[in-house]
């Protein structure tokens, strides 16, 4: 906890009072090994020596390991308060677990980054119920954002779609995975945060490179797809949900997408979609209705897709 000073005055007297603030909650994303016992304390003030962890909503610490099985750095996810999008530094794992030479903001993950995701690894997916058509998707332990994958769900649901909510703890890489492969599947909505290169869920990321290993061809230009993601249409995401795996539709973010506005304006647009409108023009109804512009910042979206304009054609 950590505490400000507030001062007020009382009949002309000076009343001094301690507010208790929550610091935010550094936790960890899972890794695909564990080969040392480290001290979680010990790598939670790390990241405190070197990053104002309170300027972000959530925290989250993946430890990734080298060749030799020893640690080697750790990737430090940093959740946006305002905006569905993450930023990621890079930590080396030094004797005393920290040095200030050995920090990288706005890291890029690379190819040991992406083998300690955790779950299933570049074969293909398992779809665990192939009547499954609609997934509704939110790994953040946020009841707002939760509520809104919860209404889409629901809508997808009273027009009789075989739906699979995958919310906070279940919300997992390897879950979402497996369901984006099932053969049935029309429709994906993604509450969460993300950048141009991975998305975030509850246990870890999905990369780009993820989708291009497990989905490729797999939505057949038949699933409309429709993200509260931040800059996720930017290359390299927008190409391979667009291109590789081939969506009917897709709508994500150009750049960052404000929290509330945005949520609005995507769940609105899904619903539609959901309810046999024209996806094109529904979309821009919904965000001129929800998604206007507040405190000078522009939710700029991007939307395209080579498929129909209706849902499940």
């Given at each position: 906890m950590k505490h400000i000073l507030k001062i007020a005055t009382l009949c002309g007297a000076l009343i001094f009072s301690m507010e208790a603030i929550a610091e935010t909650t550094i936790s960890f994303f899972n890794s695909k090994h564990h080969y040392a016992n480290l001290s979680a304390e010990a790598i939670k003030q790390m990241v405190k020596n070197h990053i104002d962890v309170n300027q972000y909503k959530n925290v989250k610490v993946q430890i990734i390991y080298n060749a030799d099985h020893q640690p080697d750095h750790i990737l430090v996810y940093l959740f946006s308060k305002k905006f569905h999008h993450v930023d990621i530094t890079k930590i080396a794992m030094t004797n005393n677990l920290h040095s200030n030479k050995s920090v990288v903001q706005h890291y890029q993950l690379n190819s040991a980054d992406l083998a300690e995701q955790p779950g299933i690894e570049a074969k293909a997916a398992a779809c665990p119920d192939p009547s499954v058509e609609f997934i509704s998707f939110a790994p953040n332990n946020d009841s707002y954002e939760v509520a809104k994958a919860e209404d889409v769900a629901s809508t997808a649901e009273a027009h009789h779609l075989k739906t699979i909510r995958l919310l906070r703890?279940?919300?997992?890489?390897?879950?979402?995975?497996?369901?984006?492969?099932?053969?049935?599947?029309?429709?994906?909505?993604?509450?969460?945060?993300?950048?141009?290169?991975?998305?975030?869920t509850a246990?870890?990321?999905?990369?780009?490179?993820?989708?291009?290993q497990l989905l490729r061809n797999q939505f057949r230009f038949?699933?409309?797809?429709?993200?509260?993601?931040?800059?996720?249409?930017?290359?390299?995401?927008?190409?391979?949900?667009?291109?590789?795996?081939?969506?009917?539709?897709?709508?994500?973010?150009?750049?960052?997408?404000?929290?509330?506005?945005?949520?609005?304006?995507?769940?609105?647009?899904?619903?539609?979609?959901?309810?046999?409108?024209p996806i094109t023009a529904s979309f821009q109804d919904c965000y001129n209705t929800f998604d206007r512009p507040k405190d000078g910042w522009v939710d700029n979206w991007g939307f395209g897709g080579s498929g129909s304009d209706y849902f499940g054609v």
């Open positions: 703890d279940n919300a997992t890489r390897t879950n979402y995975l497996n369901y984006m492969s099932c053969p049935n599947l029309k429709g994906n909505f993604y509450d969460g945060d993300s950048n141009p290169e991975v998305i975030a246990d870890g990321v999905i990369y780009s490179k993820d989708i291009d038949k699933v409309v797809n429709i993200w509260l993601a931040c800059q996720a249409y930017n290359d390299p995401m927008k190409t391979s949900v667009m291109d590789t795996a081939q969506s009917q539709k897709y709508a994500a973010g150009i750049n960052d997408l404000e929290i509330g506005p945005s949520d609005e304006a995507a769940a609105c647009a899904m619903k539609a979609a959901i309810e046999g409108k």
